[in-house]
Each structure stands twice: as structure tokens, then as C-alpha cells.
């Protein structure tokens, strides 16, 4: 088990609804990535966020967003929900240059938590 | 964008044998690809990963082999446990691969 932890487990939201979720890292990881994961599907990178700003960004609206706070920890918001956006969102955390040996700009290593299940009616 | 390619959907093989499971991708300049082993209920646990750097890494029961040129790099479990049973996905730099079921029967 990482030391990743995310709340709330499950939740169930109707369309057009606002959701917050939220994702405490692992000790001493001051980075964290969320990410969407369908069913029966990989998971599909959301964004990234270093020291308090986001740090990449994959292909979603702008209704997704996000913050990190001081002690790293951070949450993902998603207004004006839709059906599709039922997923498991994973949140995982690492360590800027724990990658370095691979080269500049290398990724990190990345521990995930256990996800929060969304199911919007 | 990264494009990740993952073979095969899914793979049942019986204890003991090995399993090998194939990834490729689009982006030259991807330099980083782990393996992820997720069980049902639960978030993505690294099992490896390799960097563009090295060609092949082992740990144990488990390997991967990286080839740059080919741009496809690919996951071996030796004297496979019933245990080993989840869905496996690759991933380059952070683009992940549909993921292989992994069925290991007794």
C-alpha cells in the first residue's frame, strides 16, 4: 500500500452538479497528478500540481480543476457534471528528480491512492 | 499526442508459465514507461519501471525489456502465481495503455 490516501471512497452526484475530491500524498512527495479512469479503461491523465500550481495538463475542459495546498495535499473539481464523467479518479503522488537518473525532464515516479468511485445520474 | 497501444486485452495462462504482455507507443521523445498491476477495488501499484536509458530491468519474477527504435517495450512474469491475477497496464510517460487482464489459473 502507497501512503497515498483519498476521500471520499464513492459518491454519487446528478448531472449538472459540482464535485470536490480529495487526495493527501504520500510523505514527502510535494507532487500530485490526478487522474480519470473509465471502466474497463486506463487511466487518463487529468493534471499535475507543483508546489501550490498546475504543472501540465491533459485533454479536459476547463470544468476540471484543481488546487494543492501548503502541506501538498490537494482536491479536484469538476462543475457542471455529466453522465460521462462516471469514473474512478485517481490521485498519485512523487518526488520532483526522482527521475533525474533517466534524464532531464524525465517523470517521476508516481504512487497512486486508492480512487474515488463518481457515478453521475 | 502520445498514442499507447497495449497487447493482449487478455491473457490466461496456467501456474508456473510465464506471461508476456507487448506496449507500444507514438512519441519519440517519451522516456519513461512503467508497469502498473491494478486488483479490483484498488489504485494502480507500480510493479516496474524502466527509463530510456536502459534496455532491460529485472526484479525478481518480473522483467522488462525496452526497445527505442522499435518504440515498443514489453512485460515478462516468470513461474506465474494465481496470485498474479489483476489487470496490468503500461504507460508512457503519462499516457497509459488499455491494460491486460491477466488470468492465472491453478
Known amino acids: 500500500e502507497t501512503g497515498v490516501t483519498q476521500s471520499p471512497t464513492h459518491l454519487i452526484k446528478t448531472r449538472g452538479q459540482q464535485v470536490t475530491l480529495r487526495c493527501s500524498s504520500q510523505s514527502g512527495h510535494n507532487t500530485v497528478s490526478w487522474y480519470q479512469q473509465a471502466l474497463g479503461q486506463g487511466p487518463q491523465f487529468i493534471f499535475q500540481?507543483?508546489?501550490?500550481?498546475?504543472?501540465g495538463r491533459g485533454n479536459f475542459p476547463p470544468r476540471f480543476s484543481g488546487l494543492q495546498f501548503p502541506n501538498y495535499s490537494s482536491e479536484l473539481n469538476v462543475n457542471a457534471l455529466e453522465l460521462d464523467d462516471s469514473a474512478l479518479y485517481l490521485c498519485?503522488?512523487?518526488?520532483?528528480?526522482?527521475?533525474?537518473?533517466?534524464?532531464?525532464?524525465?517523470?517521476?515516479?508516481?504512487?497512486f491512492g486508492p480512487g474515488t468511485r463518481l457515478t453521475v445520474l | 499526442g502520445e498514442n499507447v497501444e497495449q497487447h493482449p486485452s487478455t491473457l490466461s495462462v496456467q501456474e508456473g508459465d510465464s506471461a508476456v504482455i507487448k506496449c507500444t507507443y507514438s512519441d519519440s521523445a517519451s522516456n519513461y514507461f512503467p508497469w502498473y498491476k491494478q486488483e479490483l477495488g484498488k489504485g494502480p501499484q507500480l510493479i516496474i519501471d524502466?527509463?530510456?536509458?536502459?534496455g532491460e530491468k529485472k526484479d525478481q519474477r518480473i522483467a522488462v525489456t525496452l526497445n527505442k527504435t522499435a518504440k515498443h517495450f514489453s512485460l515478462h512474469i516468470t513461474e506465474t502465481q494465481p496470485e498474479d491475477s489483476a489487470v496490468y497496464f503500461c504507460?508512457?510517460?503519462?499516457?497509459f495503455g488499455a491494460g491486460t487482464r491477466l488470468t492465472v489459473k491453478p
Open positions: 498519485a503522488s512523487s518526488i520532483p528528480g526522482a527521475g533525474a537518473s533517466g534524464g532531464a525532464g524525465s517523470p517521476d515516479t508516481q504512487y
Open positions: 504507460a508512457a510517460n503519462r499516457r
Open positions: 524502466i527509463r530510456s536509458n536502459v
Open positions: 500540481y507543483y508546489r501550490e500550481e498546475e504543472n
